[in-house]
C-alpha cells in the first residue's frame, strides 16, 4: 500500500498522467491527492493547457508556410545524381 | 495538398524506382515535419539544408532498409542523426551531453522539505490555448523558452505536442529509451509551463 505521493511527486508524474501512463494505482492515488490539494489541481490544469497550447502554436506554424514540393524534389534529385563518396548510413 | 499517402508496401518499391510522383508524395508528406526536427536539434538557420542532406541519405541508404520500422519512423531517425552529427561539428568545444542532454531542474525549488507547495503556482487568467495566445509578450516568452531548451528535450517536446508522434516512434527515432523519452518531455513541458508561469507571477 503505496502512501499519498507528495505535491512534488505529483508535479513529478503531471506529465505522465495526462499521457495515461501511470499504473492504475499510481493514477488512483495521483487523482485522489488533486481531490484535496487545490494547488496541484491548479498546476495540472496548467500543464495541460501548456501542451494544448504547444499544439496550437504548432497548427498556426504549419498553417503560414507553405513549402514548393516540387521545387524540393528537383533539388534533391540534381544532387543525387551527382557522383558521390557513399556515406555508411546505417539501414535499420 | 495533402492527398492519402500509399503504404510503405507500395512507395518503397516507387521510390526505389525512382518514380517522380513518388517523390512528390513523400516529400510533400514528410518534409515539413523533417524540418520541424532538424530545427528542433540544430535550430533554424540549418535546418532546412540539414532535411535536404537527409533526404538525400534516405534515398541512398533505401535499398538497404530492413523494414523493421515504418518508412516515416525510419526516414526521421536519419534525420536526427544527420542533424545529430551536424550538432557535434558545430558545438566542437561543448560537451556533447551538455549539448543534448539537460543538466539542472528548475531553480529554486517551489516546494518546502516536506514535498508540499511552498510557493504555489500563481492563477492563470487564461483557460484556452487562444487566451494564452492573445498575449503577444507571452507568445515571446513562450518561443524564447522553446528556443533555450536542450536540443534532445526540444525534439521531444516537437515530435510528441507540436506534431503528436507516439512516443514509441519518438523514442525510436531519437535513439533514447522509453523512459529516459518521458523525461526528455516531462522536462521540456516544465520547462516551458514554468515561463508561462514566470509571466503570471510578475
Ligand atoms: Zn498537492
Known amino acids: ?92 | 495538398m495533402n492527398q492519402q499517402l500509399p503504404s510503405d508496401d507500395e512507395l518503397i518499391p516507387r521510390l526505389l524506382a525512382h518514380d517522380d510522383a513518388a517523390y512528390a508524395q513523400v516529400v510533400s508528406a514528410y518534409h515539413g515535419l523533417m524540418v520541424h526536427l532538424a530545427r528542433a536539434i540544430v535550430g533554424p538557420a540549418i535546418a532546412d539544408e540539414v532535411a535536404q542532406e537527409a533526404w538525400l541519405a534516405v534515398l541512398r541508404a533505401l535499398p538497404r532498409f530492413e523494414r523493421r520500422s515504418s518508412l516515416k519512423t525510419w526516414i526521421l531517425r536519419i534525420v536526427s542523426n544527420t542533424a545529430k552529427t551536424r550538432l557535434r561539428h558545430e558545438s566542437r568545444t561543448v560537451n556533447l551531453e551538455d549539448a543534448l542532454g539537460d543538466q539542472a531542474s528548475i531553480d529554486p525549488s517551489p516546494f518546502n522539505a516536506a514535498g508540499r507547495w511552498a510557493s504555489p503556482p500563481a492563477v492563470w487568467h487564461a483557460d484556452t490555448p487562444d487566451d494564452l495566445l492573445t498575449s503577444q509578450e507571452l507568445r515571446a516568452c513562450i518561443d524564447a523558452s522553446l528556443s533555450a531548451l536542450p536540443p534532445m528535450q526540444r525534439a521531444a517536446l516537437t515530435l510528441r505536442d507540436m506534431q503528436g508522434l507516439d512516443m514509441e516512434s519518438i523514442c525510436k527515432v531519437l535513439e533514447v529509451s522509453e523512459s529516459n523519452g518521458r523525461v526528455l518531455l516531462h522536462r521540456a513541458r516544465n520547462r516551458i509551463q514554468a515561463a508561462i508561469e514566470e509571466f503570471y507571477q510578475r
Open chain 1, 1 to 92: 500500500m503505496k502512501m499519498m505521493p507528495s505535491c512534488r511527486e505529483i508535479t513529478e508524474q503531471a506529465s505522465d498522467y495526462l499521457d495515461q501512463n501511470l499504473s492504475p494505482w499510481e493514477r488512483a492515488a495521483f487523482r485522489m491527492h488533486l481531490l484535496m490539494c487545490v494547488y496541484c489541481r491548479r498546476h495540472v490544469k496548467h500543464l495541460g493547457l501548456t501542451v494544448s497550447t504547444l499544439g496550437k502554436i504548432a497548427a498556426e506554424e504549419d498553417a503560414r508556410k507553405n513549402d514548393d514540393i516540387q521545387q524540393i524534389v528537383e533539388l534533391i534529385k540534381q544532387q543525387l545524381d551527382k557522383p558521390t563518396e557513399q556515406k555508411g548510413e546505417e539501414c535499420r
